[in-house]
């Protein structure tokens, strides 16, 4: 708990004022009570001495010869050395016109003369504590900024490295399908059956890696390239997204129900990535047998909602520009399915890269929907999932609306 003894240690008080008696009186009342004391006798005196001292809080007289205790205010106000210390009026003047220009000149509060010594030392310890309680907090943003960017920094340079070694491991891969392939042509009298069988073990682990690079490659690409961010007409994707994913929804009787889907701004190709990994997943993730069903929903946002989303900012969309400063309404997508679902403490865990929920019955890399939650973050979206194990699941996510 702060007290008045505990913060006066290293508190630095100025007193200005043209009267020598209530500039004694004030510092030796301020030094008793633990605090270290200057006094100028007028607004020059006072000026000079912040050049060379420095002030955690100002007591400063209105009516001075030369100059004026609101000219003093304005110097410090408009000097980036002194206008953040605070400065509390303390005058004879007690017209409700001389309080207010003191608070537009950017005093912090107003002390009547005759002052009432109590009443002083409880105005200073206030304004000091709020002075270093905004003070913590600002090392405290400046702090989680510079944590804020290097953590943006590392994953640049992981999404840079993955896109790399990814990219370099393809032609490498490819040449060794090629030798599987010339070493089966070369096998093709053998009647060892083995040898058969070595082969496709060694053709699917290929398959499996090459899955695994493409997946890294798309999770990288969607970090580091640019955005072509246009209006896009989410009906029109959903419709490619489910002639490529056909298929799959023939072979399994798959029922899909879609609202109307809306025109957002986005990029195009990560609107497919996006879609095609959330339908997929929700057709994959199904008991043996099951008839999948999945229905595609879309409302828009109350606007108190779309306006609350944390950090809301356009900086990651390239070629993107609105004439207006307020963020645009947003839309809300729903995929929900009738799939296992998940266990409670498996929700947290689904948009981690390499998070592999039920591997030892589905095939996958664990990177689908970790690449989404990075597509939706570079759209200024938001993606989050409601699941019940043995029931289905629920994925939501937000983009914003075109203009109209």
Known sequence: MTTLSNITTKSNILVVDDSAENLRILSSMLTEEGFAVRCARGGLMALTTLQSTHADLILLDIKMPQMSGYEVCEHLKADPATREIPVIFISALDEAVDKVRAFQLGGIDYITKPFELPEVLARIENQITISRLRTQLQNQQRKLLRQNQELMRSNRELEQLAHVMSHDLKQPLQSFLFAIGLVEQCCQNNTNPKV???????????????????????????????????????????????????VEISQQSAVIHYDPLPTVFADRNQMM????????????????????????????????????????????????????????????????????????????????????????????????????????????????????????????????????
């Not at 496709?200 to 695994?212: A, H």
């Not at 779309?306 to 990651?316: E, G, P, Q, V, W």
């Open 196 to 246: 058969f069988e070595y082969l496709k073990r060694l053709r699917d682990t290929s398959g499996k890696m090459q899955k695994l690079i493409d997946a890294l490659l798309d999770y990288a690409r969607v970090g580091n390239e640019e955005l072509a961010i246009e209006e896009i007409a989410c009906d029109v994707i959903l419709a490619m997204v489910l002639d490529n994913l056909q």
């Open 273 to 404: 990535q996006l879609f095609h990994h959330l339908i997929s997943n929700a057709l994959k993730f199904q008991s043996k047998g099951n008839k999948p069903e999945i229905n595609i929903t879309v409302s828009l946002l109350p606007q108190d909602i779309a306006d609350s989303m944390a950090n809301f900012t356009y900086s990651s969309l390239a070629n993107f520009e609105r004439p207006d400063t307020h963020p645009p309404q947003h839309y809300l997508f729903g995929i929900h399915d009738n799939g296992i679902g998940l266990k409670a403490e498996e929700v947290n865990l689904i948009f981690e890269i390499f998070q592999r929920l039920n591997s030892d019955n589905y095939s996958g890399t664990g990177m689908g929907l970790a690449t989404c939650k990075k597509i939706l973050e570079r759209h200024n979206g938001r993606i989050w999932v409601e699941s019940e194990l043995g029931k289905g699941t629920n994925i939501y996510f937000t983009l914003p609306q075109a203009s109209t």
